[in-house]
C-alpha cells in the first residue's frame, strides 16, 4: 500500500477513536480485533527476521570466496597455469553469487518498506481499538473549558497519552472555535510523535493544516509531520514540508531547526538504511 492510502487509513482510524462500544459483543469483538492485528505483526516481524538472516548468510559466502579468490589470484602470480583455471570457475561463481545477494538486499528493502507501513497502519488501528475500550469507563471530561485544556495538557506533561488525546478531542470537539482549539489538534498529535507512532502523528498534525491554516500551530504541526516522515523514512515528503514551513512562516521560531534539519535530511538521504523516499 502506498504512502497515501497509509495517511487515509491513519485518517480513517484516528478519526475513529472517540468511539466506544456499549455491548458485550462488542467488547469481545474488539479483544478478537486486538488479538488478530498482533498476530499480524509479529508474523511480519518474523518474516523480516528471516530474510535479514538470508541476506547476512549470503554476505558471509561472498566474502568467503572472496578471501579464497584473492588467495588463488596470489598463487596464480607465482606461475601456476592451472590455477589460472580455477580462478577463473571462482570468479564465476562470485558474480553469480553476489547478483542473488544483490538481489535478496533488494527484496529486503521492499519487504521492510512494506513493513514499515503496515506496522504504522497497525500503530493506528490498536490506537482506535483500544480507545473504543477505554472511553467506555473514562472518568467524564470537565465542563469548563479552561479547565478542560489544563487537565488534557496536564496529562501529556505527564505522559499520560490517551488521556491527553482524550481530553483534547473533548476540547476540539465542543470548542472548535476557541484560539486554543488548533493547540488542542497539535498536542494529540504530538502526543501519537512522543510514543513513536508516526502515522497516527501525521494524520492529526494534517488536521491541524485542514481546519486550522491560520492558526498559531500551523508552524509546529507542520514540523511535526515533516519529522514524522523522516521517522518513517519518508525524507523527500520530510524535506518538503520543512522547505515549505521556512516558505510560509519565515518568522517562525521553527526556521532555524527547520533550515538545521533539512541538511541532515540530505546526507540521510545517501543512505537506504534511512532513507527509501
Given at each position: 500500500m502506498g504512502l497515501r492510502g497509509l495517511l487515509a487509513l491513519a485518517l480513517l482510524y484516528a478519526a475513529g477513536g472517540c468511539m466506544f462500544f456499549t455491548t458485550k459483543d462488542e467488547g469481545q469483538q474488539l479483544k478478537t480485533n486486538l488479538d488478530k492485528l498482533r498476530a499480524q505483526v509479529d508474523d511480519m516481524n518474523l518474516r523480516e527476521q528471516e530474510l535479514r538472516k538470508a541476506t547476512a548468510e549470503a554476505k558471509a559466502q561472498v566474502a568467503k570466496l572472496r578471501e579464497v579468490l584473492d588467495q588463488a589470484t596470489n598463487l596464480v602470480q607465482r606461475n601456476s597455469a592451472d590455477l589460472g583455471v580455477q580462478v577463473q570457475k571462482l570468479q564465476t561463481d562470485l558474480a553469480g553469487l553476489i547478483g542473488k545477494t544483490e538481489e535478496i538486499s533488494h527484496t529486503l528493502d521492499s519487504v521492510s518498506k512494506q513493513f514499515g507501513e503496515y506496522r504504522a497502519q497497525t500503530d493506528v488501528k490498536l490506537e482506535g481499538l483500544t480507545t473504543k475500550a477505554g472511553t467506555a469507563t473514562a472518568?467524564?471530561?470537565?465542563?469548563?473549558?479552561?479547565?478542560?485544556?489544563?487537565?488534557?495538557?496536564?496529562?501529556?506533561?505527564?505522559?499520560?497519552?490517551?488521556?491527553?488525546?482524550?481530553?483534547?478531542?473533548?476540547?476540539?470537539?465542543?470548542?472548535?472555535?476557541?484560539?486554543?482549539?488548533?493547540?488542542?489538534?497539535?498536542?494529540?498529535?504530538?502526543?501519537?510523535?512522543?510514543?513513536?507512532?508516526?502515522?497516527?502523528?501525521?494524520?492529526?498534525?494534517?488536521?491541524?493544516?485542514?481546519?486550522?491554516?491560520?492558526?498559531d500551530a500551523t508552524d509546529a504541526a507542520m514540523f511535526g509531520m515533516a519529522l514524522s516522515f523522516v521517522e518513517l523514512k519518508y525524507c523527500t515528503e520530510g524535506e518538503a514540508y520543512l522547505q515549505d514551513l521556512i516558505k510560509r512562516f519565515p518568522r517562525s521560531t521553527l526556521v532555524d531547526k527547520a533550515q538545521k534539519k533539512i541538511k541532515e535530511v540530505k546526507k540521510m538521504k545517501r543512505n537506504k538504511k534511512l532513507c527509501m523516499t
Open positions: 472518568p467524564p471530561a470537565p465542563e469548563d473549558k479552561d479547565q478542560l485544556f489544563d487537565q488534557a495538557y496536564k496529562r501529556y506533561q505527564a505522559a499520560q497519552f490517551e488521556e491527553a488525546r482524550r481530553l483534547f478531542r473533548t476540547f476540539t470537539t465542543r470548542y472548535g472555535r476557541d484560539e486554543r482549539a488548533d493547540n488542542a489538534q497539535y498536542w494529540v498529535g504530538q502526543s501519537y510523535y512522543e510514543e513513536r507512532k508516526y502515522a497516527a502523528a501525521i494524520a492529526e498534525f494534517k488536521k491541524v493544516l485542514d481546519n486550522f491554516p491560520r492558526g
